[in-house]
């Protein structure tokens, strides 16, 4: 696989059974050569909620207003994902898709110039060794799709999994009704 996956998503396929990633929606934040960084976008913690932890971020948090289990690499390590109107290089961003992009949490919620159009912060990551991720989309375990603005921000995270398999084309959209329990069918 040569093409960087930057900026896509991954579905797990219902052949996903880690608990860590079974029925998960990640986006790619990074990927290359040397492996890959993504953050699952459907795992809330309400239980933690962005006001008692990062304060200074509270404002400009899109609901549902809590940090989101971003992955298991790194749980205790804080990582933003912000919005911006267009594209281009700002101070402390670092672009993933247009107008979407990691946050330096160090910085100044400001420092965007007034530009921020909302965040979503999240505990961990998911991570892949160089090769590991290649391997697992060839043996099943994930879908590769196109990412959308809103999925980053959606205000419904826990349908998410749901949501983007309904909206693609042919057999894929057939996944997004495969039972939670199989066994119970």
């Known amino acids: 696989m040569s093409d960087s ?11 996903l059974v880690d608990p860590n990633f079974e029925r998960t929606v990640v986006l790619i934040c990074a990927h290359s050569d040397e492996g ?8 809330p913690n309400h239980l933690a909620r962005v006001t008692d932890h990062l304060p200074r971020w509270a404002e400009h948090a899109v609901e549902p207003a809590v940090l989101f289990r971003g992955g298991p690499v790194e749980p205790t390590l804080a990582v933003a994902l912000g919005r911006v109107p267009g594209s281009g290089r700002r101070a402390g961003f670092v672009e993933v898709m247009e ?16 530009e921020l159009a909302g965040i979503r912060l999240f505990t961990g990551y998911a991570g892949w ?14 879908f590769v799709v196109e990412a959308r603005p809103g999925d980053p921000f959606s205000e419904h ?11 693609q084309e042919g057999k894929l959209a057939m996944f997004a009704f495969y039972p939670a329990e199989p066994n119970r069918n």
């Open 5 to 15: 996956l930057t900026g896509k998503l991954l579905v797990a396929s219902p052949a």
């Open 36 to 43: 890959a960084f993504g953050l699952v976008l459907n795992r």
């Open 99 to 114: 107008g979407i992009g990691l946050l330096d949490l160090e910085q100044d919620p400001y420092a965007a110039g007034g």
């Open 129 to 142: 060794s160089a090769g590991q991720l290649e391997g697992e989309i060839r043996d099943g375990a994930w």
């Open 157 to 167: 995270p826990e349908s998410l999994w749901r949501d983007v398999l309904r909206r």
